[in-house]
């Protein structure tokens, strides 16, 4: 059955990818990354790989990223499980003896929000570093278990030094945790003014219905701080999202341009826009940020002229700007960028794994 079902696909014109097993693995861009001493490079390619693996190929890439570096299995395991909703794989990952108590715990929050059920870890041992105890934490809430003294949420989010990196606020916003309200609402009022961000976005994601003085208040900060809260609502598809993003987008600053390009990235307006800072605006940043949009409206929407706009950044002077085109034909799987891609003649491993990253993306597509 699979062999005529291969040999449809070539008939009507599918798209033909190597497929990064047996005598193949040499000629492979993403092969080389995964070997590559570049730990960069390394989850780089783990994560485009995982993102177009076929079975086969999964099979057999799932051991050897086993045994790469802690960080990045769990780095990756959140995006690998939002395509492969499997408890076998959150269990091969846990039995990793090095992973520490606040790995465990961040695994088994990784699982929950993938509705991956697992055993209830107990929390026998308090973490040294302050995020792992957070992530513990928060764990414990999840699970419903009480725990109250130094180790419980409230009093550390409250009484300690919290980190300013996304992934604990991100797991904190997706715990869905209602109990959380007042927690974060008591550790709002009383954090230092650079956690207050961080703290309210979690708190609007978890009680939308009692933060509209809260809203307000964040909306009316400096034009770095909206840039800030931009980046915890740009990933979040929700009326919340788009409310707080919708009035963001009203200043004529650069972070009212953000949060319209956080609008047109969640399918939200017109690429007009993001077409023009690509074309007229000087600061990089901005540009790749249009870049993500772009590739991301893609995905629900058809644009010739995004689609040029695209392709035609492919070809631009600057590096970080061609990478994030190729990035965005991948991400909108742009059969028109095939033939492109194919000419691009890179000059570095890194260029090299995100094109054939893009054409297996663009290739999946056409099957």
């Keep these: ?62 051991p050897k ?10 780095d990756l395991l959140a995006d690998i499980l939002t395509t492969r909703p499997e408890k076998v794989l959150v269990l091969s990952v846990l039995a ?12 088994h929050l990784i699982a929950a929000r993938q509705n991956i059920p697992l055993p209830a870890l107990v929390v026998d041992e308090i973490p040294t570093r302050m995020k792992d105890r957070l992530f ?22 409250q009484n300690e030094t919290l980190p300013l990196d996304l992934d ?23 954090s230092e003014e650079h956690y207050r961000i961080p703290l309210g976005s979690s708190w609007i994601i978890l009680d939308p219905d009692e933060t509209s003085d809260l809203r307000e208040e964040l909306l009316s900060g400096t034009e770095m701080e909206r840039m800030e809260l931009i980046d915890f609502f740009w990933s979040i598809e929700s009326p919340t999202s788009e409310s707080v993003l919708r009035k963001l987008s009203a200043y004529g600053d650069d972070a009212g341009s953000f949060a319209k390009l956080a609008l047109l990235s969640q399918g939200q307006g017109s690429p007009r826009f993001a077409l023009k800072i690509l074309e007229n605006h000087t600061a990089k940043e901005m540009k790749l940020a ?15 002229s995004v689609e040029a706009a695209i392709i035609e950044t492919f070809e631009v002077e600057e590096v970080e700007l061609r990478i994030a085109a190729i990035q965005a034909a991948g ?10 891609l194919k000419r691009l003649k890179p000059y570095t491993l890194a260029a090299k794994i995100e094109i054939e990253a893009s054409l297996r993306a663009i290739s999946l597509s056409q099957r």
């Excluded at 092969?31 to 693996?53: C, D, H, M, P």
């Excluded at 604990?168 to 009383?190: I, M, R």
């Excluded at 991400?331 to 492109?340: K, L, N, S, V």
Aim: charged fraction near 20%; include cysteine.
């Design 290 to 304: 249009s870049l993500k949009a772009l590739g991301n409206f893609l995905r629900k929407e058809q644009s010739q």
């Design 96 to 107: 990793n003896p090095s992973f520490s108590q606040g790995d465990r715990c961040k695994i």
């Design 168 to 190: 604990f606020y991100e797991a904190l916003q997706a715990s869905k945790v209602s109990t959380l309200s007042g927690v974060l609402a008591q550790a709002y009022h009383l």
């Design 1 to 62: 059955m699979i062999f005529f079902l291969l040999l449809f696909s070539c008939i009507f014109g599918a798209r033909k990818t190597q497929t990064l097993i047996g005598k193949n693995i040499g000629s492979s861009s993403l092969a080389a990354g995964i070997e590559s001493e570049n730990s960069v490079l390394k989850s780089r390619s783990y994560s485009l790989l995982f993102q177009t693996a076929s079975t086969e190929e999964f099979q057999f890439w799932w």
């Design 331 to 340: 991400i909108a799987r742009m059969a028109e960028a095939w033939r492109p």
């Design 136 to 157: 513990c934490a928060l764990l414990e809430e999840v699970q419903g278990n009480e725990v109250s003294g130094p180790s419980s949420l409230a009093e550390l989010l």
């Design 65 to 74: 990223f086993l045994l790469a570096d802690p960080e990045i299995q769990i």
